[in-house]
Nanobody, 118 residues
Framework: QVQLVESGGGLVQAGGSLRLSCAAS??????YAWFRQAPGKEREFVAR????????VYADSVKGRFTISRDNAKNTVYLQMNSLKPEDTAVYYC?????????????WGQGTQVTVSS
């Protein structure tokens, strides 16, 4: 069974950078994504990447600042976050679909906290 483990969160000042990692044990489906949930707000989509092809999608709120990438050999996806803002503060979750149910993000990690101070 596939397991996802996020890491790389922490406390940074506005304008700083962080790189989140999502290590997958076993093979999920073709798509991985990052979501985030800020205090008192709904969980929102951040970025998505396909495993077999270099295809990415970003939420408007992070375009130009965040970059999602992957390392096939390590079975790991990353989220490079630059020019961080206080409104980026949230718990960030890695998610993946399943081989049998493509496009459905049914696999989730535990989340990693990102806090951006002003």
């Amino acid at each position: 069974q596939v397991q996802l483990v996020e890491s790389g969160g922490g406390l940074v000042q506005a304008g700083g950078s962080l790189r989140l990692s999502c290590a997958a044990s076993g093979r999920a489906g073709s798509s991985y994504a990052w979501f985030r949930q800020a205090p008192g707000k709904e969980r929102e989509f951040v970025a998505r990447i396909t495993w077999g092809r270099v295809t990415t999608v970003y939420a408007d709120s992070v375009k130009g600042r965040f970059t999602i990438s992957r390392d096939n050999a390590k079975n790991t996806v990353y989220l490079q976050m630059n020019s961080l803002k206080p409104e980026d503060t949230a718990v960030y979750y890695c998610a993946a679909d399943r081989i049998q149910t493509p496009g459905r993000f049914d696999l989730w990690g535990q989340g990693t906290q990102v806090t951006v101070s002003s």
